[in-house]
Each structure stands twice: as structure tokens, then as C-alpha cells.
């Protein structure tokens, strides 16, 4: 098996035991009666808290060093800042005037537990209220910068994944370099689509927008997880919503941009961005399996992630993007 480190690291949530974790809580002043359940996160640790005398809390404990504690403050300002124009996301509780505290080495934040299920995405009317509903979220998110957190951009999500990819031991020997040609011909792509675009405006978004990340409810949809806001054109938060054929995008774009329009201006430029985004973020996606091989939690969820299968099908992914990224853009006005 090769290794894609040097040498072993100590996993990030080795000392994160179940009592580290229901300490933490206790820190704040809360009572837990001793039940805790892991949710679905890779990135973070989350964790669903059951408190003696009130109603269950979720704790994310963030992974060590991925960020500072200003740009974690960032994005609870972000979330906080869109709960209070009314807009449905879960924003951090805040203790003794905090949201963001520390016990044994971790950073943690709690926030109330909040259920739902996932939106039916072939429902237009269901992706025309997500168009609303981002829309709100931009209208807000464009009214000044992030000064501490990032940008979706060609350097940090794709430049420099695919340079850490090479660099480091994690293809397998015989497509090492054909990864490198496809990968710098979809990159070259990818920057066409930028020129394309022009000068477009970058907001604060919530930077990981898919069907994963919204709770829906008879009352409508909620935002979790705002780990990746960041700066970034305005179409990063719409694209994820679509798939299928190009008939099929079409058609769900403009169900979201109908709700998206009311609250927020959209520049149609962005258009040439969606393949290229896509590109970006599956060049950033396998780098991100890779820099997380010595979390315990990545190997278990992605045993194929060292075959040569898994990479000739990311090598066919980019491939298609290349071609693409050389058709026209979706097209919604004549």
C-alpha cells in the first residue's frame, strides 16, 4: 500500500474520546445525561448531545489547524448576520457572549439540533424556493467581505491540488502522468471559462451548497454547515443544485434563478463558470481524500481510493469536463 505521507501522523481526534467530548459540553454550563450519537461529517467531528434538563444540542468540533479561530469566528458572524434578517439557517448558540470555545486542544461551537429531510430536486417549485432562499443569503453576503476566510479560485482549488496530487505518493505509478496532461489540459480549461466570464463580483457564499447541506421542512428549507463560506462568484451556490443532461440543467437552472431573482441580481456571465467549477472542485476533491489519509474515518469510508480504478475514472471525469467546458454555456436569455 503506498503512503501518502512520509511518515504516520497522529490522528486529528485521537484524544477525542466520548467523555473529552461530553466534558466540553459541560464546560458551557450544560448537563448531559450521557448520550451522545456521531453524525455524518468527514471534515469536522458533530455530534448530537442529550441534555438532562432541555431539548438536544448538535457540538461540531473542528479539525485541528484546518482553521484559525478567526476565520471559525467569520463564519459564525456569517451565519448569525443571516438569522438575524430572518433568513432559515442554524447559526452557533452563544455562551457567556462566545460561540466559539476550547477544551483539551479542540475548538468546538454548539448549536440547537434541528431535523428535516432532503429537497426533492426534481421538483421545480422545490428549486425555485432554493432560488429564493440563496438568493436571500447573497443579498446579504454581498454587503461587505470575508477578511479572514478564503476564495474559490484556480490556484487554491485547482492549481494547487493537482500539485499536491503530484508530489506526493498518491497515484498509481503507471497513470501519474497521464493524470498530469489531463489535469493541466482541464486547468488551461478552466481558465478559458474565467476569461470568458470577465470581471464578475465575488460575495461571501456558503461555498458547499448541495442537497446534502439543506434541511427541508413543511415550513421550507434551512441551511446547515457553513465550514466552506467563503469568497467566490455568486453561481458557486447554484451549480451544485444541478444535474443530468444539458435539457435538464437548463430547466432547473432557470427554476432557480425565477426564486433567486426576486431577492438578489444575478450576472448571466457566470454561465461560463458551472463546468469549470465543476472541474475545480473534482481536482479538489480527490487532493482533499489525500491530505486526510491518516484520519482513520478515510480510509474506512474510501477503500478504493488507492486503485487504479478510481483514478482511470477521475482521468474519464476530467476528460469530459475538458469537452465540456468547450461547448457553450447554458443559455436562459436570447
Known amino acids: 500500500m503506498r503512503r501518502m505521507n512520509a511518515t504516520p501522523q497522529t490522528p486529528p481526534y485521537a484524544a477525542l474520546t466520548p467523555e473529552c467530548v461530553l466534558d466540553a ?6 448537563y448531559c445525561d450521557g448520550r451522545q450519537l456521531a ?7 458533530v455530534y448530537q448531545i442529550w441534555l438532562e434538563d432541555a431539548a438536544p444540542v448538535v457540538a461540531k468540533f473542528y479539525r485541528p489547524a484546518r482553521w ?5 469566528l467569520e463564519e459564525h458572524a456569517f451565519a ?3 438569522a438575524e434578517h430572518e433568513i432559515p439557517v442554524v447559526a452557533p448558540l452563544v455562551f457567556d457572549g462566545r460561540t466559539l470555545h476550547h477544551h483539551a486542544g479542540f ?3 454548539v448549536y440547537p439540533c434541528r431535523g428535516g429531510r432532503a429537497p426533492e430536486l426534481e421538483d421545480e417549485r422545490t428549486l425555485e424556493w432554493l432560488g429564493r432562499f440563496i438568493g436571500r443569503i447573497h443579498a446579504v453576503g454581498r454587503s461587505k467581505p470575508f477578511r479572514h476566510r478564503p476564495t474559490v479560485d484556480i490556484e487554491s482549488f485547482g492549481i494547487e491540488p493537482r500539485d499536491y496530487l503530484l508530489a506526493n505518493d498518491v497515484l498509481p505509478p503507471e497513470l501519474r502522468e497521464v493524470y498530469r496532461s489531463v489535469a493541466d489540459q482541464a486547468l488551461a480549461g478552466v481558465q478559458r471559462c474565467f476569461d470568458a466570464a470577465g470581471k464578475i463580483e465575488y460575495l461571501r457564499l456558503h461555498g458547499d451548497c448541495h442537497a446534502g447541506n439543506v434541511l427541508w421542512t413543511d415550513d421550507g428549507p434551512h441551511f446547515v454547515d457553513f465550514d466552506d463560506a467563503r469568497m467566490g462568484p455568486a453561481v458557486q451556490d447554484l451549480w451544485m443544485l444541478l444535474s443530468g443532461d444539458r435539457a435538464a440543467m437548463t430547466r432547473q437552472l432557470g427554476a432557480v434563478l425565477s426564486g433567486y431573482e426576486q431577492f438578489c441580481a444575478f450576472n448571466y456571465r457566470e454561465l461560463q463558470l458551472i463546468e469549470a467549477l465543476r472541474t475545480l472542485r473534482l481536482i479538489h476533491y480527490a487532493a482533499w481524500i489525500a491530505r486526510r489519509w ?6 474506512a469510508a474510501f477503500p478504493w481510493f488507492e486503485s487504479p480504478r478510481y483514478w482511470q475514472d477521475r482521468i474519464l471525469e ?3 469536463q475538458i469537452a465540456l467546458m468547450a461547448e457553450a454555456p447554458l443559455a436562459l436569455r436570447a
Not at 294 to 299: K, N, V
Open 294 to 299: 491518516d484520519d482513520p474515518a478515510f480510509p
Open 318 to 320: 476530467l476528460r469530459e
Open 80 to 82: 448569525q448576520e443571516l
Open 39 to 45: 453524525l455524518n461529517s468527514y471534515e469536522n467531528r
Open 25 to 30: 459540553i459541560e464546560t458551557l454550563g450544560l
Open 68 to 72: 484559525s479561530d478567526a476565520q471559525i
Open 107 to 109: 475548538a468546538f461551537a
